[in-house]
């Protein structure tokens, strides 16, 4: 059986970023209505159990994978491809093991961690459901980073958006039912939570099938390492880049505790303290979405960067990091820009009934999904050139940031959860700032940073004046005073027509994208030629 054919870093990530909207989509049929049908308190119920499960899952998922798809990518390069199947072998026992454990620990103290993590005893049931899907999910990205040290995110694509769509359907379905059948708020949020789990299932199922072509015999005739030596490689690249993950998680984990326990000692009502940290969970929604969109370029440029590491190609790894900057900033900034410029209308039409802090907090929000957009950018480029130590230095200083700062603001009666989106941009704004320093000291070729941000910089801001200027112009000619949630959403969604438009002038005309950036993405020189992109 033939292997498939292999796509170039940019090409892969226009594949996954395709799946990425596919996902959004799917994902904002599971969130909002989800949210509308929990309320505040419920949805935090769900978010405060997802942040537990998040860290058993960073702490199994997040480096591992990117070490097997790097190991796989360099033993290609060499033509080693029984070192290849070893490596796979390995990688595969290891997140089986860890996975089981994992799991095993969230079906035996799902109230334990519900209360001494989260500070919510309400998200036992959730924690408890969530539990099958650690497991589920570890065998699943042991076949995803083997695929994609083939360079082929394909697979990985269908196999995210076939997890997505079982989460909607069996998520929603069960929160619906629960409610409807007289079931306390906690179970119907556990119901909702199950969802993730029958989604991981059918992703495991898909993605061991799409593997098999990658597992059929290649004629290779060299001697693999031994699995203990690639067991040893296998953990010294992928345990320093899961303690750089895991570290913003466990932060996370703390700062929901943190915040809930900070908004009580601000003098808050317990009913009034959940309903805030609700609202905030929903934004949470929206500033997650640049980053969605970044995460498959980061996917696609480990296997990249290090193929070009392993074959000695310095220049040609600086390329690749630079340009994916570049593209990451043009990507993340007008979108961080539209979610802060048009927080109003956005939750006004999408969470009418969230309480009134909600638009405040998105404002800041966007601000902060920039930082975090470059930031998991430059983490996968340190990670992918051999230098996994540097993210964990910089993400433990920012997370030291982000649990100080919240204490301070969120502890503050006058500020109280409007503190935790500050916080998080004073985060990931110091994890930035280290990591470009990092990258200037270790790459033979750094990337230029002032070309990188500026042409992106001045198309946002334009765009995002742009965007102001519209939406207010149509609420006084449309909208009026009471104007209703449709006609909100008209107003809306006009003014985004209008800046995707002038934000796609502004990059022809800045030159924010390169001809060179373009030709590696599919039928990108035509799209080039059509927006005279030279």
């Not at 459901?129 to 995110?153: E, K, N, W």
């Not at 600086?318 to 109003?344: K, T």
């Amino acid at each position: 059986m033939s292997e498939p054919r292999k796509q170039n870093y940019l090409h892969g990530a226009a594949i996954l970023a395709a799946g990425v909207v596919i996902m959004k989509i799917l994902g904002a049929i599971y969130k909002i209505p989800l949210r509308n049908i929990l309320g505040d308190a419920g949805y935090g119920y769900f978010n405060a159990a997802y942040s537990i499960y998040n860290v058993l899952l960073t702490i199994s998922t997040a480096g591992l994978p990117v070490a097997l798809s790097r190991m796989i990518s360099e033993a290609n390069t060499l033509g080693r491809y029984n070192q290849v199947r070893s490596t796979f072998r390995v990688a595969y026992v290891t997140l089986a093991v860890l996975g089981a454990l994992l799991t095993a620990l969230m079906l035996l103290f799902p109230s334990e961690m519900a209360i001494i993590l989260v500070h919510t005893p309400e998200s036992t049931q959730s924690v408890f459901a969530l539990a099958p899907a650690v497991l589920l999910v570890c065998l699943t990205s042991a076949y995803r980073g083997y695929i994609q040290g083939h360079s082929d995110m394909r697979p990985t694509t269908v196999g995210q958006v076939l997890e997505v769509l079982v989460k909607v359907i069996v998520g929603l379905s069960l929160a619906e039912w629960l409610i409807h059948s007289g079931e306390s708020v906690p179970m119907a949020s556990a119901g909702a939570i199950f969802g993730v789990t029958a989604g991981a299932l059918a992703a495991l199922i898909y993605m061991a099938v799409k593997s098999r072509p990658y597992r059929a015999s290649r004629n290779s005739g060299d001697v693999p390492d031994g699995a203990g030596a690639t067991f040893a490689r296998f953990v010294k690249i992928g345990v320093p880049i899961t303690l750089g993950a895991s570290v913003m998680s466990v932060i996370t984990l703390l700062d929901t505790n943190l915040v809930n326990i900070r908004l009580l000692d601000a003098g808050l009502d317990p009913t009034l303290a959940d309903t805030l940290y609700g609202s905030y969970s929903a934004m949470l929604t929206l500033y997650n979405l640049p980053a969605a969109f970044i995460t498959p370029l980061t996917i696609s440029v480990v296997p990249a960067i290090s193929a070009a590491v392993a074959s000695r190609d310095q220049a040609g790894a600086g390329e690749i990091a630079e340009s994916s900057l570049r593209i990451s900033a043009v990507i993340s900034l007008p979108m961080g820009v539209g979610l802060s410029v048009l927080a109003y209308p956005i939750v006004n039409v999408l969470y009418s009934d969230t309480h009134e802090i909600g638009p405040t907090l998105l404002v800041w929000l966007g601000v902060a999904s920039f930082f975090v957009c470059m930031a998991l950018m430059t983490n996968a480029i340190l990670q992918a050139g051999g230098n996994e130590k540097y993210p964990v230095w910089s993400m433990l200083a920012g997370g030291a940031v982000k649990l100080a700062v919240n204490w301070v603001l969120v502890g503050n009666p006058d500020v109280n959860i409007v503190g935790a989106p500050i916080g998080t941009i004073c985060c990931y704004a110091v994890m930035c700032l280290m990591n470009c320093v990092f990258l200037h000291s270790c790459m033979k070729r750094p990337p230029n940073y002032v070309k990188v941000l500026l042409r992106p910089a001045v198309s946002s801001a334009v765009m995002g004046l742009s965007a102001w200027a519209v939406y207010g112009l149509a609420v006084r000619f449309i909208g009026g005073a009471d104007m209703g949630r449709l006609v909100m959403a008209v107003c809306m969604c006009v003014a985004i027509f209008v800046a995707v438009f002038v934000y796609l002038v502004m990059v022809v005309a800045t030159r924010a994208v390169t001809y060179e950036d373009m030709r590696l993405i599919p039928r990108g020189d035509k799209i080039a030629r059509l927006l005279r992109i030279r």
